[in-house]
């Protein structure tokens, strides 16, 4: 079975500090994304990779940052949070383009 | 106008049913299709992906492809409680690399 692995379930965070998320898929998957979830607005792209050092901005990218140094980590960089940043925080992994996304478990991030 | 559109819902229907999810998308060149199913605190999971014109059938799901009308539709026959999540629509833009999801359609499936 695919498994993508957020390395948080909560996280609690103060305006203005930095914060990292982390994610990390086990089956070899070329493509890796980030996407925040929130009611009423669904799954928004904030960025995505499609090779190690690779990213591509998504829909949302201001105030987030990426980092993909290895084929099976990408990681997700709020620079300085802000309270509008508080949200679910999925990754997901697809095998190829054009093929269907495996998410991770989610990060509900708070920003007080 | 949202890339990808669906109705929020809640669609209500008893068991035993058929329920009808329908979403509409605005990217004429768009290849791939594919339903997703999110339980309340879950991440979204695949049930159905489509890529030609027509329906594709799996077990107690049918997807169903209308590129020249942009349009794509989930049935579910025999519809169980367990059935009661959120659906989402999401469609592969023309370039091939990001997927767009709706905002997702809620059903609730009485027993």
């Known amino acids: 079975d695919v498994k993508v692995t957020q390395s948080s379930r909560y996280l609690v965070k103060r305006t203005g500090e930095k914060v990292f998320l982390e994610c990390v898929q086990d089956m070899d998957h070329e493509n890796m994304f980030w996407y925040r979830q929130d009611p009423g607005l669904g799954l928004r792209l904030i960025y995505f990779s499609y090779d190690v050092k690779m990213k591509e901005k998504g829909d949302i990218p201001e105030g987030y940052s990426v980092s993909r140094e290895k084929k099976e980590r990408f990681s997700l960089i709020l620079e300085s949070a802000s309270t509008n940043q508080t949200s679910m925080y999925l990754c997901?992994?697809?095998?190829?383009?054009?093929?269907?996304?495996?998410f991770g478990q989610g990060t509900r991030l708070t920003v007080v | 106008q949202k890339e990808v559109e669906q109705n929020s819902g809640p669609l209500s229907v008893p068991e035993g049913a058929i329920a009808s999810l329908n979403c509409t998308y605005s990217?004429?060149?768009?290849?791939?299709f594919f339903w997703y199913r999110q339980y309340s605190g879950k991440s979204p999971e695949l049930i159905m992906s489509i890529y030609s014109n027509g329906d594709k059938e799996d077990g107690r799901f049918t997807a169903q492809l209308n590129k020249a009308s942009q349009y794509v539709s989930l049935l579910i026959r025999d519809s169980q409680p367990s059935d009661s999540a959120t659906y989402l629509c999401a469609v592969l833009n023309t370039g091939g690399f990001k997927t767009i999801f709706g905002a997702g359609t809620r059903l609730f499936v009485k027993a």
């Open positions: 990217d004429r060149g768009s290849q791939s």
């Open positions: 997901a992994s697809s095998p190829h383009t054009g093929t269907e996304a495996f």
